[in-house]
């Protein structure tokens, strides 16, 4: 028997978890709801593999998935006792996407399939309702033409919004059954007019272009967009549903709607959600009619809401999550449509998380991995002031989407959002409503403001998907795309002018209203102790200062994994200094130079150790591309000149020779200190005596420092800067009343000290992976310039994304676990950090707990999402026993 690509809902019984990847997360749902009894119209899945054969075979759907599709047609036909095309009794069907990760809005479906003329006066006087079968068909044309043959919107919309000004319909709902003859006629010659060939008849061909066209939406570039941003892969394909048409636009008794069982933005234990009467699904998402609360449905319906909350809860408690679902209501009954783990805000999956799990529903470990780390982000950043909220007047309200506190200019479309936002500044986008096209300007955006569309509109589903803040269905909203400004309650903004947007309240604000920095408290603090004590990966941060340190303290950081000694000296007081120090010409300039910056180094360092009191500090020998450094501006060579005593031409030629065609692998690094010792000794001395000096201030802490030789390639080299280290060291330390030990260890960042990590190791008490120099040295491009091309290597889908934020794991991975186990032959108990940017990284983060690492280390906003990274890790790849 040839295999199997077609499943009838509740046919699918996975032995093990693969139920997801095979039919999707809508497939998925539908087959499981059918199974646990529930009112599901029915129909079959076309896997995912299907998906992945049509690409494999040349765009074409081979014969014997065709096969497979027709006989359960066939199957569902008998179920039903329906028939496809019959026009006494027509089957009509939906055909709607569904990958394994849901990505709202991203794909195609299309309703209503398998109506022609006959079927269509057939299904009028089936329904006595003419209205609706004619209302059903002009759907129909419209998104078939759309989605399946691309011949856009815009021409259908014209003609609707043209039949509705003549018929003086404000609303679709308010056109006549004869109206909508007219305008089914009005869309067949237009299809005929643009695709040059009559609207198909046979339903079983209009089934197989809608399958391709699903298909085909999988690589369209909006969902290509999506996957890049949402770490999914482009290889597994999507899955199609072809399921049973009920109708929610029978009449007044019918109605369509989407409802989460939870507050998707708060987390509050409520059914939340949307729905229309007498209308079907794209109108509830794509807001184009503003849709009623579903509280409302209590009154309309009663029955139907009981029923609705009732499944809502068992869906729940079988999936042990909040769930996001859609229903029908066709003649006064409930029909399930969907049901998938809902998406929501980060502070509502740590309510529901902490809910769950004191309903008894959940452990801690699946409370844990109900949050997923990614989303910790949008928690980090600063909120409003509250003081300042009271005295703030807000110009207009509208509902609170997704939650944060955005300020920007304010821009109108998807386009200025990418290009105002790549130019360094923050934008607001403010639209009538989004759409899916609009999705790589919502990433860019701070802020989304829409004028239309509810809770569960494409803008706040995305938003909340993204941790993006999000204020929508503002009514009082007009926007003037044209001249580029919008009107609010008698308010004029312009292009340009600075909004805040409030989305826990709604408010929206002109002007910038100031912020506070977040604090870990409340549901978010009970979850990280949970991760806390689930992982065993530890977390430490990059901090250079000790007002980092503190951040990264409060963060839960334990320790301090990497602070760059050059990063000191930005500030404009002191890089004169480290100038001075680089274009010195004799050794007695430079010891000169290095003697301002002594006390400078040696006060920040008293100030992390104060900060960090007895957690480890690694602290980085300089590390400075020299280009980053050299003086460029006339003013600061002559002022440097006058400094070292010397003209303004002979320092020009020092600046000339120290020029460098690459400075990413040039004169920096543990060179720097093998040119020039004297660099390596002041170091040590301000290391030293900062340990000694707060050491003395409390007694009883345990101050011990790690010393970090950056940029090895070579066993003696390391050893050379060592060896300068523990002598300046040691010779401190016996002339001090302190005992202090410290501690001597390498950067593994140069291909060559991965391979030889063995020998390294010899003279290293731990290894720290800098990443960035790891990955830059192992693509063999620099990380200052990839950026430039490296957008054509994920277009032609070479690389799937940016190996410098996200850890190439079978390259640079490759010598990461190799450097560890070649490291720990020579010293077992070696102790293994990471301190390139991959430490912030939840998917690298999970690679670094699973080649052993014991540490990685992150900017200070990123240690909770590397917490919670990690206990994920530990959860999925048990390290404890
Ligand atoms: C690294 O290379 O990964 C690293 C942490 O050092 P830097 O980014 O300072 O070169
Ligand atoms: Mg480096």
Known sequence: MSKKYVYFFGEFAPKDGSIRDLLGGKGAGLTEMTKAGMPVPQGFTITTEACNKYYDDSKKISPDIIEQIYLNVDKLEKISNKKFGDAKNPLLVSVRSGPKFSMPGMMDTVLNLGINDEVCEGLAKLTSNERFAYDSYRRFIQMYADVVESLGKDSFEEILEAQKIKKGAKNDTELTASDLKEIVELYKKKYFELKKENFPTDPKAQLLAAVTAVFRSWNNPRAIYYRKMNDISHDIGTAVNVQMMVFGNMGNDSGTGVAFSRNPANGEDHIYGEFLMNAQGEDVVAGIRTPLDIEELKKINPKVYDEFCKTAKTLERFYKNMQDMEFTIEKGKLYMLQTRNGKRTAQAALKVACDLYDEGLINKKEAVLLVEPSQLD??????????????????????????????GHVVFNAEDAVTW?????????????TSPEDIEGMYYAKGILTARGGMTSHAAVVARGIGTCCVAGCTALTINEKERFFMLNGSKVKEGDIISLDGSTGNIYIGQIPTVSATISGNFGRVMSWADEIRSLKVRANADTPK??????????????LTRTEHMFFEETRIEAVREMIVSKTKEQRVKALEKILPMQRTDFEGIYEEMQELPVTIRYLDPPLHEFLPTEEKDIKEIAKKLNITTDELKDVIVKLHEFNPMMGHRGCRLAVSFPEIAEMQTRAVIEAAINVSRRHKDWKITPEIMIPLVGELKELKFVKDI????????ISKSDIKLNYSVGTMIEIPRAALLADEIAKEADFFSFGTNDLTQMTFGFSRDDAGKFLDSYYDNKIYQNDPFAKIDQIGVGKLVEMATVLGRKTKPNLKVGVCGEHGGDPSSVEFFHKVGLTYVSCSPYRVPVARLAAAHAEIKYPRKK
């Open 548 to 561: 980092d340190a503190k951040t990264a303290v409060g963060f839960g950081a334990q320790g301090i994994g």
């Open 378 to 407: 949008s928690l980090l950043h600063p909120t409003f002031d509250t003081k300042a909220l009271k005295t703030a007047k807000p110009i207009g309200n509208a509902l609170p989407a997704s939650p944060g506190a955005a300020c």
């Open 725 to 732: 280290v523990v002598k300046t060291a040691d010779e401190i």
């Open 421 to 433: 936002a790549k130019d360094k500044k923050p934008v607001i986008l403010v639209r009538v409503e």
